[in-house]
Each structure stands twice: as structure tokens, then as C-alpha cells.
């Protein structure tokens, strides 16, 4: 067991935070917190000092390991750019679990992320999720695969495919991916009238989308101006699948709209500069927006567009747009890990989940803190000398 004694835990939950000791079992998961407990004999202990302690921060869209950090060409393995539709990718396939991102992350207290492929096609393939632990193999990393169906609309799909064999327009990224979400649901529905071997005809395009269809996994939708927001909402409802949008950079323009059919945003990079027109307005103004109207975001720093080892100073500074502390630390732990579906598992210190957690050398949302002690399932990963 391993227990840390003397902190200022920060929940992210209704306990708030609590003055006090949490106790990890041997399963790496939370076993207790509070300001009275015993710490069993024979646990190692590690004294924070009266330091803050929060759950681990979770990158919710990335890229690590598949557009690898300083590498360049041949470590850029994001996009399978032959094809707009290639939702048979598998990031997992693509992904290097020795990018030396992963050992930044875990210095600057990340401890899960969300891999994802890039956004040159329409749809791009699927996504996973991992602890960003130490590891040669990435299973060893793996938490769950797949996690969501990376799709774009906007200028990323017209720019890649729009000299070459389309589509070329914004009305031609949605009429291709309604044809393929078509081509799916019936696949679905003939794999279910012939006792699920659909006669025999297997096709790699249609059983990866398959699962999206199905509800067993969301279709995660790259937009960065409103109307290509409103095209995803408009798709996904046609379709009764779950979706989530992801950059959401307009979103400030839309917020009753999003509220209204309850969509779930990831919201960013904030933090970079207005890099093509899509992307005009670009700035902590959709963050605060959805937040004042109730609309489920988390923040992403898109790594490694903006590396996510400042994805906490992005929530720092969210926190000086008149947003609660307490809302813009939870939009990089709590919601985040809601946004990729394991709300359940990780992102708040709540008994029974995972010891991801973080012991800071002073307020976790001030950009001088840094990580003293990362901790994933109730193992120090990193600790600052």
C-alpha cells in the first residue's frame, strides 16, 4: 500500500478539498482519504508537506507516439492521407510508445491521454487511450481501444483531398460521411439478418464503423468554425449516433445551440495562435462561453500543435477568465475523462477509481508549479529531485 500523508487533497468532486491523508491499496486504486485516517503498518508513506495533491491531468485529444515530438517525417504516422474514408485505421498500429512526449507528460503530472489520428480525412480511424506510463510496447500503455472514431469537417479534408479525387467542398465532406455512415448502418443491418457473418462478405471499413453504429464507441468530430459544428450535430442526429466535437473553436458563437442537444466539446488548442481562417477567434472565449451555459467541455492542447505539458496552464489561465478554479482545474481532470468515456475510472480522487494524482510544489493552476511527485495506479513515475 502506499499512502500520502499531510496534503491538500483536491477532489474534484462534491468532497471538495480535504486536509488530510489518501490511501492507495495494492491494486493501485484509491482506497481511502480523508483527515482521520490510520495509515496501516508496513505502508510506505510519502509526506506532501501541506502541498496540493489533484488527480492526474488528462489530455483528452492528442496525437503522441503517432506525430511523434522532434522527429519529424518519420515519426509522423497520424494520417493515412490515401483516402479520405479509413476509419479501418487503428492509431494503436501507428503509435511509438517511446516518443519522448510520454516522459514529458508524466514530468509535467499527465497521466492519461487520448491518441488520436490526425484530421485529413473525413474519417480517419480509431482512437485509443492510455496511462502515460514508462513502456517498450504499447499495450503495456493501453487503458481502452478503441476509445472513439476520429472524423473532420472544414478545411482539412478540402485542403488534403481537393486537387486530387475530392471531396472538395464542405458539402462534399458531409455527403461523404453520410455515404459511409450509410453504407455502415446498412452493413450493420444485413451482418444482423444473416446471423452476423453478413453472407460472408467482411469489409474492414464498414465493421470498424460498425462500432460506431452500434453506440459502442463515439464518433469524434474535428470542427473549428460554428456552421461545421452545426453540420456534425446535424450528421450524428440524422444517424442516432454518439458524437462528441472536438476543437470547438467557434463554439462561443453557438453556445445556446450546443446546450440545446447537449454536446459534449474539447475545447482547443487555446493556447496557439490563429493558424488558418477556421480557426479566427481562437482564444479562451468558447471555454468560458460553454461553461456559463452549462455545456460539457474539457480543454485540449491538441499535442503536439501546443505541447500538453502546458495543458495545465491553459486551465490556469481559464481560471483568470472568470471562470471558478474548481470548473477550469476539473476541465483537465474530471471532464476530460468524461469526455473519453471514463469518468468512471479516472479523473477526480474519489474512493475505488485509479491513483493517478500529482503532488504540486504550489497551486496546481499557477504556471510557476511544478510536479514534484506523478503518481499512475498508485506507482511514483516521476518524482522532481
Known amino acids: 500500500m502506499l499512502a500520502v500523508i499531510n496534503a491538500r487533497l483536491h477532489t474534484v468532486s462534491s468532497d471538495g478539498v480535504v486536509d488530510g491523508t489518501i490511501l492507495i491499496d495494492d491494486e493501485g486504486r484509491i482506497a481511502e482519504l480523508g483527515d482521520n485516517l490510520q495509515v496501516p503498518a508496513g505502508t510506505d508513506v510519502i509526506d506532501a508537506r501541506g502541498r ?10 492528442c496525437h503522441a507516439g503517432v506525430s511523434e515530438e522532434g522527429v519529424g517525417w518519420e515519426g509522423s504516422d497520424g494520417n493515412e492521407s490515401t483516402d479520405p474514408v479509413t476509419p479501418q485505421m487503428r492509431a494503436v498500429d501507428g503509435a511509438n510508445p517511446e516518443d519522448k512526449a ?3 507528460f508524466r514530468e509535467a503530472g499527465v497521466t492519461a491521454a487520448q491518441i488520436t489520428p490526425g484530421s485529413a480525412n473525413i474519417i480517419g480511424g480509431q482512437q485509443f487511450v492510455v496511462k502515460c506510463r514508462a513502456a517498450a510496447i504499447i499495450e503495456d500503455m493501453v487503458v481502452r481501444e478503441p476509445s472513439g472514431m476520429k472524423a473532420a469537417l472544414g478545411e482539412n479534408p478540402k485542403r488534403v483531398y481537393g486537387s486530387k479525387k475530392g471531396p472538395a467542398t464542405r458539402m462534399g465532406n458531409a455527403a461523404t460521411m453520410r455515404q459511409w455512415l450509410q453504407k455502415a448502418r ?8 444473416d446471423d452476423d457473418d453478413n453472407g460472408g462478405k467482411f469489409d474492414a471499413k464498414l465493421e470498424a464503423l460498425r462500432e460506431v453504429i452500434e453506440g459502442n464507441i463515439p464518433l469524434r468530430v474535428h470542427c473549428h468554425r460554428a456552421d461545421d459544428m452545426a453540420t456534425a450535430i446535424r450528421v450524428a442526429r440524422e444517424f442516432d ?3 462528441t466535437i472536438e476543437h470547438a473553436t467557434q463554439a462561443a458563437k453557438i453556445p445556446e445551440y450546443l446546450a440545446e442537444h447537449d454536446v459534449f466539446c474539447a475545447v482547443g488548442p487555446s493556447l496557439m495562435f490563429e493558424a488558418k481562417v477556421e480557426m479566427r477567434g481562437n482564444g479562451f472565449d468558447s471555454a468560458v462561453a460553454l461553461h456559463r451555459h452549462g455545456v460539457r467541455f474539457c480543454l485540449t492542447n491538441d499535442h503536439p500543435v501546443v505541447h500538453g505539458r502546458n495543458l495545465r496552464a491553459a486551465a490556469g489561465i481559464l481560471s483568470s477568465w472568470d471562470v471558478p478554479p474548481d470548473a477550469a482545474l476539473r476541465s483537465v481532470t474530471l471532464s476530460a475523462a468524461e469526455h473519453m468515456g471514463l469518468g468512471d475510472r479516472m ?19 499557477d504556471a510557476r508549479t511544478f510536479a514534484d511527485v506523478t503518481i499512475i495506479d498508485g506507482t511514483v513515475v516521476f518524482e522532481r529531485e
Open 186 to 193: 446498412d452493413y450493420v443491418a444485413r451482418a444482423q439478418s
Open 347 to 365: 479523473g477526480s480522487l474519489t474512493p475505488g477509481k485509479d491513483a493517478d494524482l500529482v503532488i504540486w510544489s504550489g497551486d496546481p493552476l
Open 102 to 104: 510520454f516522459s514529458a
Open 52 to 61: 496540493d495533491v489533484t488527480p492526474g491531468i488528462i489530455e483528452a485529444h
Open 241 to 243: 449516433i454518439e458524437y
